[in-house]
């Protein structure tokens, strides 16, 4: 085996599972405990107190698996039995996760490895002196999931959340799971900052042990088209030494954006007494993204933002993906539509979805969850988790954006002038922590605002047909007088030069339920969701039996045709809309709401499953970086009239 190979295991697939519904184990493994807390529970003491186990899918919240688990949030806990090849002797292993919401405590063959605190962020435990070489070895996660009203031990108003208040909890290990071995010193990360002004790659490499010392990092840079275009040695290692900087420069390189996803690959290896003795890569893309001048510049060119919020949630998996074959199908769909952009709404992407915007280029705006109420722990978490998405995401150049709050949720703005200077200061902290993108204080709407922002963006929703007039009234006034949207206290930092956008505004259109049952004919389980709002019209279950109670049967004809002219509606009122931002030069974009329905919301431009609605190949029309299109004087003529067109 070649020393400089890593190897990994998958441990996704079938772990037993048990669910602590009524709080019959104390917690093992929380943040300070004691030793006595800290003993692994077993699996005859799980199965004797909680009964025996469930098989549950890993990655995958328990909410999208059990019937009765749907809006259940507590303790629960995860055991898998494997073995390893006792060619990993002397290796150093770890145990890597994707993401566990919300906290959790690991042990493996009854060893405590670690705890976590976030339901967002990867993170690796040490495993190699857990570890049994070519013997089965087993290893529990006990999980803490909080939901609406928790309060103990975490307060759910407290932590980042995003809408798991407004589609349910989201609880265990959603995203993957495997242990990888390497040398005991090994390159753990590499930041990459690809200046295509300076034609420059500036390299952070980390490393995920102290250098003994005398140890070298060689980084290999492969062009798009596979070519080696570079390679560099840094300087020997200091004994101790985490990190090493440097600089390399490439000649003319091709640009990454949506039209041309340009990638490059950077291998940084570890040299032990000359020998490699690991490696690790990654992708990048020279991409620059600037606010300037009421512009925004992809690139140091004029970008028009066309773009679609995505709640990011799945049929029938919710918070995580099904495959990776869905997110390369919804980008394509994306493109199909005309789209250049999806913005991520207050729920962090699977890396997967960001692999695939990498390469078939698809920009996105990403956003760090809310939670309910700002309090000393929500402010730390919050700038926890935007510290560790920065770094984690930080070599995808389809990311440009990173929304801090949204819409003032879990924070005071309007009320309470500390909560107004915590924003600002939190905008300040972040912008070096990556200069590379831009950021947006408060994605607002009425009645909230912005204090210090590189985009100046706001959120409209108004029927049309109906209130067309107000629209109208709306975008104008935004057009003309941006610095309304700015806070009214005297405490906002406002540039002049900040992009204007749109960065929420949709309408409804129903999908057909048809394509969304199972293969048994049968409704997801979503389908019982939003059965609170809007007195249970909106709820998926029963639509069918309301069609005909309501009489519309008659009206329509069949439930078909009124998803075809409800979808027919959706497009004519978005293209009334569009068309009528893009009469304002000021406005450089917009967001439209949304990507895909979710749960009980139907204003997707593809239904939950990403089956496309009945406009899918006419939205790129009018939803595109350049169109032609006329407005008459007034809407009504006779036979003879003159008729009076703007054309824009």
Request: aromatic letters at 10%; glycine letters at 10%; one cysteine or more.
């Amino acid at each position: 085996m070649n020393p400089a190979t890593r190897e990994r295991m998958s441990l996704d697939g079938h772990w037993q599972f048990w669910p602590d519904l009524h709080s019959k184990l104390a917690p093992r493994g929380l943040l300070g405990g004691t030793a006595d807390e800290d003993t692994s529970p077993t699996e005859a003491e799980l199965t004797s107190a909680l009964g025996s186990p469930r098989a549950i899918a890993v990655p995958g919240a328990w909410q999208a698996q059990f019937e009765d688990l749907r809006s259940w949030a507590g303790r629960a806990y995860y055991e898998r039995t494997f073995k390893v090849l006792g060619a990993w002797a002397g290796r150093r292993v770890r145990l890597c996760f994707g993401a566990v919401d919300y906290h959790c405590a690991v042990w493996l063959n009854g060893a405590l490895l670690g705890r976590h605190e976030g339901g967002y962020l990867p993170f690796e435990l040490d495993a190699s002196d857990a570890i049994r070489h070519g013997a089965p070895n087993s290893v529990i996660v006990e999980v803490i999931d909080a939901g609406p009203g928790d309060n103990d031990p975490f307060s759910f108003d407290e932590i980042p959340h995003g809408k798991q208040s407004w589609y349910g909890p989201v609880g265990g290990l959603w995203q993957g799971v495997k242990l990888e071995a390497s040398s005991p010193i090994f390159v753990h990360k590499a930041l990459i900052h690809a200046d295509p002004q300076a034609c420059i790659a500036a390299v952070r490499a980390r490393l995920g042990a102290p250098a003994a010392g005398g140890e070298q990092l060689v980084y290999r840079i492969t062009s798009p088209g596979g070519h080696s275009v570079s390679s560099v040695h840094g300087a020997p290692l200091d004994a101790g030494a985490t990190h090493e900087e440097i600089a390399i420069p490439l000649a003319s390189p091709e640009l990454w954006d949506p039209a041309s996803p340009n990638l490059y690959s950077l291998a940084v290896s570890l040299l032990h007494e000359g020998r490699a003795a690991d490696e690790w890569s990654d992708g990048f893309g020279f991409r620059s993204i600037a606010a300037d001048d009421g512009a925004l510049l992809l690139n140091g060119r004029p970008l028009y933002v066309l773009g679609a919020l995505d709640q990011d949630y799945y049929h029938p998996t919710g918070y995580t993906p099904p495959s990776d074959d869905l997110l390369r199908t919804q980008v394509l769909r994306a493109k199909e539509l005309g789209l250049n952009l999806l913005r991520c709404h207050i729920k962090v992407p699977d890396p997967r979805y960001l692999y695939w915007a990498d390469r078939l280029g698809i920009l996105v705006w990403a956003e760090l969850p809310n939670w309910n109420t700002l309090t000393e722990d929500s402010k730390r978490r919050g700038r926890d988790t935007l510290a560790g998405l920065i770094e984690r995401d930080f070599n995808h150049p389809s990311v440009v954006i990173w929304t801090i709050i949204n819409e003032s949720w879990g924070i005071d703005l309007a009320g309470d002038s500390s909560q107004r200077r915590w924003l600002a200061e939190t905008f300040d902290w972040a912008k070096p922590l990556d200069p590379t993108r831009l950021f947006v204080d408060n994605s607002a709407c009425p009645p909230s605002f912005h204090l210090k922002s590189d985009l100046n963006d706001f959120h409209f929703y108004k029927a049309i047909p109906d209130h067309a007039a107000e629209w109208v009234v709306l975008t104008k006034d935004f057009a003309a007088h941006p610095g309304r949207f700015y806070s009214p206290h005297g405490d906002a930092e406002r540039t002049g030069r900040e992009t204007q956008l749109v960065s929420e505004f949709g309408n409804w259109g129903l999908p057909d339920i048809n394509n969304l049952l199972d293969n048994d004919g049968r409704d997801p389980w979503w389908f019982a969701t939003g059965g609170e709002r809007a007195g249970g019209i909106v709820e998926p279950r029963g639509v069918k039996e309301r069609f005909t109670d309501w009489g519309l049967d008659a009206v329509f004809g069949s439930w078909r045709e009124l998803v075809r002219h409800s979808q027919e509606h959706q497009f004519e009122a978005m293209r009334f809309e569009i068309e009528d931002m893009r009469r304002h030069p000021e406005i450089t974009g917009y967001v439209i709401t949304e990507f895909t329905d979710v749960n009980w919301e139907c204003n997707g431009l593809l239904d939950m499953a990403r089956n496309p609605k009945s406009y899918h190949h006419r939205l790129n029309q009018v939803n595109a970086p350049d169109v032609v299109f006329a407005v008459p004087g007034r809407r009504r003529y006779s036979t003879g009239d003159a008729v009076g067109l703007d054309v824009f």
